[in-house]
């Protein structure tokens, strides 16, 4: 084989080798002349125009079903292609003679000769039409979920990343931080640094690296308010938040302040406790009933404990039915619920109680409606 041979089946192997790349790849492979020229179009880009290798090779754009805007776009980035020798990138739409309108983004690249002008200018095109659709969909859910979030009464937050960096944050979770809209874009605990003092930094890092939820009820927080460190109760959850690879990507936060209710709450458990610290010395028998039909009791004091010999936890509910006789716990029902109903006080003139030692000795029960301020039966 002689030289000249030689070099004719290289070109040939190399164009083979081209025509099977370019003929089974989805994307559309053209070159143009310098006269914006098409000099070759794989199969992809002929059927994308509905065209075939005849109809088209030779042709501007504007011969090929381009508009008017499109071809000349294209004329003037082939144009600046030959200028600076460098390669220019670009997204457009175009309609597909079967599948209609569809996106595409492309590429125009140099092709220089062995002086290093340009000679031609090759082009690969991409349908990216899924890919903005998903795109698009993704955009829009993410949308709706922030308004979700700015439209809901309670307060939430989003933090994302190690850093813990706030994403999302609606008027009330600001209004409980006492901040504004500037804290977006700002890590959690820059913006809060008294809350990482009181241990919640390290909360935050364990449920971003374990994706355990952490939840507290009526929790005292502190939290700096036009200058002032304020002591507030919080009802709040904390809760990993996922990427679509099941990943932790950052920390979610629904609260709400229950600082009135909790007061109210410890008010009611402190004078509970110095009632039962008042009863537990009283020689006669002390207890509360929950305010239901069922007169579950929820404190006996001491002199109960002792005489039937029950403990605290064996006497609660309704384990006072076990130590009333058969014949009396009907008799006592009777009354309690009648008194239920009504919010009012009873009296249970005579019943039999077993003590301690199997005896049975008779006992005289009075029991007095409670109340919160705001009328609500306690018991």
Not at 69 to 86: G, P
Not at 195 to 223: D, H, M, R, S, W
Not at 357 to 379: C, S, V
């Amino acid at each position: 084989m002689d030289f000249t041979q030689y070099i004719m089946s290289r070109e040939n192997k190399i164009f083979r080798l081209f025509e099977a790349i370019t003929q089974n790849t989805p994307d559309l492979i053209h070159v143009f002349d310098l006269n914006y020229k098409i000099t070759y179009a794989n199969d992809a880009l002929l059927n994308m125009w509905g065209l075939t290798w005849e109809q088209s090779i030779g042709k501007k754009l504007s011969e090929l079903g381009y508009e008017k805007w499109h071809a000349e776009m294209h004329q003037q980035e082939i144009d600046q292609v030959i200028a600076t020798k460098q390669s220019i990138r670009g997204q457009v739409s175009f309609t597909h003679a079967s599948m209609g309108k569809r996106f595409y983004d492309y590429i125009f690249v140099p092709v220089l000769d062995s002086y290093g002008n340009v000679e031609e200018i090759s082009g690969i095109t991409r349908d990216i039409s899924d890919q903005l659709e998903s795109s698009k969909i993704i955009e829009e859910n993410e949308k709706r979920y922030s308004q979700l979030i700015h439209s809901s009464p309670s307060a939430i937050g989003i933090v994302n990343g190690p850093d813990f960096i706030i994403t999302e944050a609606n008027k009330p979770v600001l209004e409980i931080w006492g901040k504004g809209d500037e804290v977006v874009g700002k890590p959690y605990f820059e913006v809060l640094p008294e809350l990482e003092e009181q241990g919640y930094k390290a909360i935050f890092a364990e449920i971003y690296q374990t994706g355990n939820p952490f939840n507290a009820i009526e929790t005292p927080v502190k939290i700096v308010k036009d200058g002032k460190l304020t002591l507030k109760y919080y009802n709040f959850v904390l809760y990993p938040q996922k990427n679509a690879d099941n990943e932790i990507v950052g920390i979610g936060m629904i609260a709400s302040e229950v600082t009135s209710q909790t007061l109210m709450h410890l008010k009611v458990k402190e004078s509970e406790e110095r009632y039962r610290a008042l009863a537990d010395n009283l020689p006669m028998v002390s207890y509360i009933v929950e305010p239901n039909l069922e007169a579950s009791v929820s404190y006996w004091n001491k002199t109960w404990l002792d005489y039937t010999g029950l403990t605290f936890e064996e006497a609660l509910g309704r384990s006072w039915d076990s130590v009333i006789h058969p014949e009396d716990v009907d008799i006592a029902l009777d009354i309690y619920r009648a008194a239920f109903k009504n919010r009012d006080s009873f009296v249970i003139p005579s019943i039999r109680v077993r003590r301690h030692d199997g005896e049975y000795r008779w006992h005289f029960f009075t029991g007095n409606p409670r109340f919160l301020q705001d009328g609500t039966l306690m018991g």
